[in-house]
């Protein structure tokens, strides 16, 4: 069985730190990995996707992946109150080419 | 910006009853997908779907479901008979090459 597994949280920041998200997946030949946002009630929203070893930043958002020990996170600099949801990290690859599977998600709220 | 559309935002239908949902996928996407997420829980794969036919299904995905693409906008699941443990968001996806960006999901009921 294929698994991600994240920290269920809740992670409370206060606004302007760093939030760290971390997540770990068991399939080894996993070769696409995902940050989606959830709001509550809501759809995933896709944030930003990583492939390779190493680091990938957008904005605000960092991503990092490390294939050796099959670990992702991600990074939230600046936190704002609007940062508060689920932040769900997603794999995909191996034989499930399209096939993602998602961890529980780690709650994080920033507060003022 | 382009988006994943669904309807309807919420479905309520009698245990036993046959529902459709509807989606239209991003216009150029060519992958579609199917994903369930029961209140509290994870968000679950369904079924894959690419070229007119599905590519890869999950255990959940047995008989009492299907999809299509009868056109060349809409992609539909369609649970025939439904029962209590059905009720959950379902999302449509679609992507071109690996990004998968989600619609807003219907939620079913089944009473």
């Known amino acids: 069985q294929k698994e991600v597994e994240q920290n269920s949280g809740p992670l409370s920041v206060p606004e302007g730190a760093i939030a760290s998200l971390n997540c770990t997946y068991s399939d080894r030949v996993s070769q696409s990995f995902f940050w989606y946002r959830q709001y509550s009630g809501k759809s995933p929203e896709l944030i930003m996707s990583?492939?390779?070893?190493g680091d990938k930043e957008d904005g605000r958002f960092t991503a990092q992946l490390n294939k050796a020990s099959q670990y992702v996170s991600l990074l939230i600099r600046d936190s704002q109150p609007s940062d508060s949801a689920t932040y769900l990290c997603a794999v995909t690859g191996g034989t499930s080419y399209g096939k993602l599977t998602f961890g529980q998600g780690t709650i994080l709220t920033v507060h003022p | 910006e382009p988006e994943v559309t669904q309807t309807p935002s919420h479905q309520v239908t009698q245990m036993g009853q046959e529902v459709i949902l509807r989606c239209v996928p991003i216009s150029n996407h060519l992958y579609f997908y199917w994903y369930r997420q029961i209140l509290g829980q994870k968000v679950e794969f369904l079924v894959s779907?690419?070229?007119?036919?599905?590519?890869?299904k999950s255990e959940i995905f047995d008989d009492q479901f299907s999809v299509e693409r009868p056109d060349g906008s809409n992609f539909t699941l369609k649970i025939r008979s439904t029962k209590l443990e059905d009720s959950a968001m379902y999302f449509c996806?679609?992507?071109?090459?690996?990004?998968?960006?989600f619609g807003p999901g219907t939620r079913l009921t089944v009473t």
């Open positions: 779907f690419y070229n007119n036919e599905i590519s890869e």
């Open positions: 990583i492939y390779s070893n």
């Open positions: 996806a679609s992507s071109g090459q690996y990004e998968q960006y």
